[in-house]
């Protein structure tokens, strides 16, 4: 049989040709998606773009009007910056001998023992929702279902009146001690406690003799960290911007926290125009220490995701 050049460019041709086609298909259909999702990407980046402009506009304003002087602040454009924030630091310093870097400290101690004693906690309680087996565990978790539903400050006339019964209102406890539990971290440490500790691994340590207190604090502990660490960021967070709370609970405004003694003297500027540029100072160093921590526990969450990459 005489095999031509025709014969075998008519094959080449059959054989290339559906391939060259279907190759010349998807990439018209991949042009296609490409073109459709174009317009989808710079629709979403616009919302960002004004969502996040609409968070920073009052940060701006406030990191702005805090450079004013009390002359400046009404009678100059808003957004026009001037020399004056070492002066307002210095002049809200000199209040009341120091009275504002004591709200501060009132703050920190507030947030930071609460915050921590809270995610603890959290953290127990979650651990036991998600690993152990018990009567009466969904009424349990149903209840506090219900807790994270309840807004904290229609608890805070109750909790007062609570506590007044004992004599600890007008005390640093009056408002720790109803911060110290909290419903929805101990549901956020529930979930994670149920995804990041195997049960393999517990019931391993018990088999090896290992008491409960033990596993919890020595295995599952570390391993729930990421998510503790975001139960502490916003229960933190929380606790530093409460108002309803320590305004109802604290009457000595040596115990108040920075929400309580800034409120004070924005109501002051009334009748004293000069106080609203320490308000306004004020709230931006109230600001400092909640972005601090942000950026001082970022990176537990980035060496958790690092792990769970290496991991796979």
Sequence with gaps: MTVTRDTVTTETRASVLPEVATSGRRSSASRSNGEQRMPLALGSTAVLIIGAFYCLLPVAWVLIASTKSAAELFSTFTFAPSTHLVDNIVE?????????????LNTALYAGVGAVISTYVSAISGYALAKYQFAGKGVVFKVLLMGVLVPAVILAIPQYLLLAQVGLTNTYWSV????????YGIYL????????VPGDVVES???????EL????RIALPMMAPGLV???????????NNFMLPYIMLGNDELFPITVGLHGLLNQGASLPAMYTLVITGALLSVVPLIALFLVLQRYWRVDLAAGAVKA
């Design 205 to 211: 340590a018990r088999t090896e003799g290992a008491g």
């Design 189 to 196: 440490a529930r979930i994670y406690a149920a995804a990041a």
């Design 92 to 104: 809200l310093t000199e209040y009341r001998d120091g009275l504002y870097w004591r709200w501060m």
């Design 176 to 183: 720790l001690l109803p911060q110290l539990i909290s419903p």
């Design 230 to 240: 975001t139960i502490f960021l916003f229960q933190f967070v929380a606790v530093w």
């Design 214 to 217: 033990y596993i919890f604090h």
